[in-house]
């Protein structure tokens, strides 16, 4: 096993930049996730790095060991790697056995016989498909394949696993449970690996580090709760997670935070700086709904209370969702399902300061457009 290092990366398909000058390395034995909508560049990233894709310009890394540098005329083929790639359509071959399925890249590579052997066996144990090596590859079920693709990409005792969205035609439940065994297996074998998806749980339960896309570049590169928690842009926000947004004005901006107006309430709030904005700008206020605590009356003299009306009350076995007003503006706000409150009820909720953002108002929030794009 080995680090990979990919540096300044690019890749355009005509005048789309599918990959625009990634830089990003995934330590020994980590796994890391790029996630993103639909065409930010994730699969053609993972291409690249596998060899399948030559890129415009950058440099790849395997260890110290150079896969790629454009420079210098340096490109490797597929095959000379040692990376084992798993794709969404998993490319299991319906005429072959699960052993010749599993056997074959060992075939390519002229592996002797009963070397092949001893090597299908121990992968297949350990994707759980022992005892059924001689059945055809079309009886099997979608998990079942899925664990044959994993199984043949293991084969060759690749230094490097990349995964590219895996999971995606599997039903929910099967999903779930083999994302866990997916990285059981990986911290078993402390397998290098880059797993491709777009979905934010998966990428969350997944991962030692998400890299967030946006438009062929990496935006947030960090551990799930870092991204989630102290998201580098507004897009990152958007992407990961639920959030409100109010429009404002900043009133006072220091180093650590600013004092705005949230402009239609006219409530002052305090918030933490996502972009930089100065004075007396038009800002966007963000804050996630279980950030928000609500109160049936004022809780005495702290900042960011705002008085509103419960719109909508929901339970949702773990936890309520309301809607509340505050003005004309609505905010969503989860709590633990035993806070209950009555449609029409006057709250109080509390937009807790270090956990409220301030974006400039005409900052990057492309996401809306991104997830119609992807029929989400
Ligand atoms: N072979 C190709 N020819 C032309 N354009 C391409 C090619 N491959 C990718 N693209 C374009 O490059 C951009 C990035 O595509 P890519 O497949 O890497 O996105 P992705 O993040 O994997 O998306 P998805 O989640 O839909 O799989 C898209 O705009 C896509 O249309
Ligand atoms: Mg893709």
């Not at 930049?17 to 000058?21: L, N, P, R, T």
């Not at 498909?129 to 099997?140: K, S």
């Not at 969205?165 to 599997?170: A, D, M, Q, R, T």
């Given at each position: 096993m080995a680090e990979v290092i990919v540096n300044r990366l690019s890749k355009s398909f005509g005048k789309v930049?599918?990959?625009?000058?990634v830089s990003f390395e995934v330590k020994e034995g980590e796994m890391v996730t790029l996630l993103g909508?639909?065409?930010?560049g994730k699969t053609t990233t993972l291409r690249l790095i596998a060899g399948l894709e030559k890129p415009d310009r950058g440099e790849i890394y395997l260890g110290k060991r150079p896969l790629v540098i454009t420079d210098r005329h340096i490109c490797i083929p597929p095959d000379k790697r040692s990376m084992g790639m798993v794709f969404q359509s998993y490319a299991v071959w319906p005429h072959m056995t699960i052993f010749e399925n599993v056997a074959f890249p060992l075939k390519l590579r002229r592996v002797p016989e009963a070397t092949i052997r001893e090597k299908v066996k121990e992968v297949l144990r350990l994707v759980g498909?022992?005892?059924?090596?001689?059945?055809?590859?079309?009886?099997?079920?979608g998990g079942q394949q899925q664990r044959v693709a994993v199984a043949r990409a293991l084969a060759f005792s690749p230094e490097v696993l990349l995964l590219d969205?895996?999971?995606?035609?599997?039903d929910a439940k099967l999903r779930a449970r083999m994302r866990l065994e997916l990285r059981s297996l990986q911290q078993r074998l402390g397998l290098t690996s880059i797993f491709v998806t777009h979905d934010q749980l998966e990428a969350m339960v997944l991962s030692d580090r998400l890299a967030v896309m946006n438009q062929g570049k990496i935006e947030h590169m960090g551990p799930p709760a870092d991204v989630y928690q102290k998201p580098q842009t507004r897009f990152v926000m958007d992407f990961i997670g639920q959030v409100n947004h109010l429009a404002g004005r900043t009133l006072e901006v220091t180093p650590s935070g600013c004092v705005a107006r949230a402009t239609k309430a006219g409530e002052v709030l305090s918030c933490l700086v996502g972009d930089k904005v100065g004075q007396h700008e038009d800002v966007t206020l963000s804050i996630r709904p279980e950030d928000i605590v609500v109160y049936d009356r004022p809780p005495g003299d702290r900042p960011n209370v705002c008085r509103c009306t419960v719109k909508v009350a929901s339970y949702l076995g773990e936890r309520m969702h309301y809607v509340v007003a505050v003005g004309e503006e609505t905010l969503d706000v989860f709590t633990a399902p035993r806070q209950r409150f009555a449609v029409g009820e006057t709250v109080f909720v509390e937009l807790d300061p270090d956990s409220m953002w301030v974006w400039r108002a005409?900052?990057?929030?492309r996401v809306e457009q991104s997830r119609e794009g992807n029929g989400e």
């Open positions: 930049k599918a990959v625009d000058d909508p639909s065409g930010c498909l022992d005892n059924v090596e001689d059945r055809g590859a079309t009886l099997l079920s969205e895996p999971l995606s035609n599997l005409d900052s990057k929030h």
